[in-house]
């Protein structure tokens, strides 16, 4: 048996087949390059706005952080002032108590004096009065 040759027409056929058949493979490869590259432009889309995110993040973070150490700074001020306050307040008070303390010994002190002084003047007016009625009696008799 011999091989017969393929004839012209069914060489270019084949041929045909086959230029057909890789065209069909080549626009299978281009349909899936395009939608890779699709998926690639996505992709890096989707990265910048989760680097832009980040950036954005990062940045209202250190706002914060600066916002808080101010506000903590602030009240650590006025936490200090209020300590001072109550310092002094304290020493005012402790001041004021030992001038009441003292105003009280005066003003106790006066006011056994103007007591016994009051019993004296009574007493003198009562001796005064025994002996006054005494001389009137004297005198009358």
Not at 45 to 57: Q, Y
Not at 86 to 95: H, N, P, V
Not at 112 to 127: F, Q, V, Y
Request: hydrophobic share 30%; net charge positive; aromatic share 2%.
């Amino acid at each position: 048996m011999r091989a017969i040759p393929p004839t012209r027409q069914e060489d270019v056929e084949l041929r045909l087949k086959e230029a057909k058949k890789q065209l069909n493979e080549l626009n299978l490869l281009k349909k899936e390059k395009e939608r890779t590259s699709n998926e690639v432009k996505q992709l890096k889309s989707k990265i910048d706005e989760l680097k832009k995110s980040i950036c954005k993040v990062s940045k209202e973070l250190q706002k914060e952080k600066t916002q808080f150490r101010k506000i903590t700074a602030e009240q650590q001020r006025q936490y200090k002032c209020l300590e001072n306050r109550d310092r002094l307040l304290k020493t005012q008070m402790e001041k004021q108590a030992v001038q009441h303390a003292r105003e009280t010994a005066v003003l106790r002190r006066r006011v056994e004096t103007c007591t016994a002084e009051g019993k004296r003047l009574k007493d003198i007016l009562e001796n005064k009065k025994k002996h006054g009625i005494n001389r009137v009696n004297r005198v009358n008799k």
